[in-house]
């Protein structure tokens, strides 16, 4: 009966996951919660006050962020998430590589693994039935503090990545990290999706919201002065063409930004003003 169970909760993600809205095929890349246009000017307020209070220091050397994978696995097959340390070390080099010079370096400190096929299948995003499954892979099994990256693989179908922003960590600590579908890694196979979301939900992570957040050509949205107005996020699967969903505001839409959901082939480049926000996060939340 529970395997019964367990089929159909990741037969009806499935489907969930292939119909998107409106019954259309499409990839849901990203589950972090966007807030709310006030909770976001709210939280923004504590953050500048904050930063009055205590200036973050000067940026000499980069912050070594020290990173624990979790690779959470049904069975030791590769479609029961049981990936290889090869593959864990590709996507974590990956996200080395993605954060070069923007002021943070990772140090990849263990692998661990856990066999548990409950948490392989029923830990999602936003998916209140479960969310208690979600906490309890968490609590058992997150290493360290506020500075310490914790990562998770699991089998998720409603999208491919979602993390804790840093201002979250005080109220829901022992979820803090990212948490990845598990086939997500260089070499995957996937043309549009081989590794470059983990790069984006650690943007997350540190503090960065996406570059469309608040899905207007007005107003603060990801509060980062040199990501040009975007009124809507980019197709996955559009190419990295020029695009303007706000011809009225300077700029062409952020398509090569990592905050953005353009295909990873797009995917180069955090802005200035991207990098000095997560360092500001770091040291107001994390540090």
């Known amino acids: 009966m529970k395997l019964s169970i367990l089929a159909f909760v990741s037969l009806a ?6 119909r998107g809205q409106g019954g259309l095929p499409q990839i849901n890349t990203c589950g972090t919660i966007s807030p709310s246009p006030a909770e976001r000017t709210a939280q923004e307020a504590q953050y500048q006050a904050s930063l009055k209070a205590k200036p973050v220091p000067e940026r000499l050397d980069d912050v070594v962020i020290p990173v624990y994978y979790h690779v959470t696995y049904a069975n030791q097959t590769f479609a029961g998430g049981y990936i290889s340390n090869q593959q864990v070390q590709a996507a974590f080099d990956m996200l080395v590589s993605g954060f070069q010079g923007s002021g943070f370096t990772f140090r990849l400190e263990e692998v661990q693994r856990h066999n548990n096929p409950t948490w392989f299948t029923l830990v999602e995003w936003n998916n209140p039935p479960t969310e208690h499954i979600n906490q309890e892979m968490k609590m058992q099994t997150r290493v360290g503090g506020p500075r310490t990256l914790n990562i998770w693989t699991v089998g998720m179908q409603r999208a491919i990545g979602y993390a804790q922003y840093p201002w979250d ?8 990290g990212v948490t990845m579908k598990y086939d997500i890694f260089p070499n995957n196979g996937d043309s549009y999706r081989f590794g470059k979301t983990l790069i984006h939900e650690v ?17 603060d949205n990801d509060f980062v002065a040199d990501t040009p107005a975007q009124a809507q996020a980019t197709d996955t699967f559009s190419g990295c063409g020029s695009r303007d969903t706000c011809p009225t505001q300077p700029g062409l839409d952020p398509v090569s ?3 953005d959901y353009s295909s990873d ?6 802005t200035q003003g991207q990098k000095d926000r997560m360092w500001g996060q770091y040291q107001t939340f994390r540090a």
């Open 13 to 18: 993600l499935s489907l969930d996951f292939v």
């Open 169 to 176: 960590y005080m109220i829901a600590k022992h979820t803090d």
């Open 203 to 219: 943007g997350h992570w540190l503090g960065l919201y996406h570059t469309f957040e608040g899905n207007s050509c007005f107003g």
């Open 257 to 259: 930004n990592y905050m």
């Open 265 to 270: 082939v797009c995917l180069i480049q955090f």
